[in-house]
C-alpha cells in the first residue's frame, strides 16, 4: 500500500466513524423525530402537504426527500403530495431578480402554502436567509413549520414550530444526517399510512 492509498484510507475511516458516532448522538432525539414524524403523518391524514427547501446540499435534500413522498420509499401505495421549492429555475430566478434572493422560497410558500401544510425549511446553518424568510412567512400563513439544522439550530430553532439540531458543526455530517431523519419520517409516514388506508377499507 503506498502512502497516498494509506493516507486515503485514514481518511475515509476517519469519516465513517465520525458520521457513526454522530448517528449514535442523534439517538438521543429519536422523540423529537417520532414527534415530528406523527405530525407530518397527521397532516397527511387531514388532506394537506408537504412543502421544502433549501440551498445547495439542502436543495438536493428538500428533493429527495419530496421524491420518495411523492413516489414511494419501500412499499407501493398512492402518492403522497409533496413540492420541493427548489426545482423551477424560471420561478427562482425570476423572484431572485424582481424582488429579492431572499425572497425565492417566501414568495412561493405564498403561492402554495395552505394552513395545516407542512413547512420544512432545511439549512446547515440554521441561519439561511431565504430559508429563514420562508419558515417566517409559513408560521404568518397558518402552515406548520419545522427546521432541520446543524448543532445551535441558529434563527430556525427559534422561530420554528419544531427544529431538529444534528449534534456537530461538521456540514458534510449534519447533511448525511438530514437525509437518515428524512428517510425515517418517510418510513414512518408510509407505514402509517398505509395502515390508516387498510383500517378504512
Not at 397532516?43 to 428533493?63: M, V
Not at 413547512?119 to 430559508?131: H, K, P
Request: hydrophobic letters at 45%.
Amino acid at each position: 500500500m503506498d502512502w497516498r492509498q494509506s493516507t486515503a484510507e485514514h481518511l475515509i475511516r476517519a469519516g465513517i466513524e465520525e458520521s457513526a458516532e454522530v448517528k449514535k448522538r442523534l439517538l438521543e432525539r429519536a422523540p423529537q423525530l417520532a414527534e415530528i414524524a406523527s405530525v407530518i403523518a397527521d397532516a397527511y391524514r387531514w388532506g394537506r402537504k408537504l412543502i421544502a427547501f433549501g440551498n445547495g446540499g439542502s436543495a438536493a435534500d428538500a428533493q429527495h426527500i419530496v421524491a420518495e413522498l411523492v413516489g414511494r420509499f419501500l412499499v407501493d401505495r398512492r402518492a403522497l403530495p409533496a413540492l420541493a421549492l427548489t426545482c423551477n429555475s424560471s420561478t427562482l430566478t425570476a423572484i431572485g431578480n424582481d424582488y429579492a434572493y431572499d425572497e425565492i422560497f417566501a414568495r412561493q410558500i405564498d403561492a402554495f402554502g395552505q394552513p395545516g401544510d407542512v413547512a420544512l425549511g432545511i439549512s446547515t446553518s440554521g441561519n439561511s436567509s431565504n430559508v429563514v424568510n420562508a419558515i417566517e412567512r409559513a408560521h404568518k400563513n397558518g402552515l406548520v413549520t419545522i427546521g432541520l439544522t446543524g448543532a445551535g439550530g441558529g434563527t430556525l430553532a427559534e422561530i420554528a414550530d419544531y427544529c431538529v439540531c444534528i449534534p456537530t458543526q461538521s456540514t458534510p455530517r449534519v447533511q448525511e444526517c438530514h437525509i437518515l431523519v428524512g428517510h425515517l419520517w418517510c418510513e414512518w409516514i408510509e407505514a402509517d399510512m398505509i395502515k390508516q388506508d387498510k383500517a378504512a377499507a
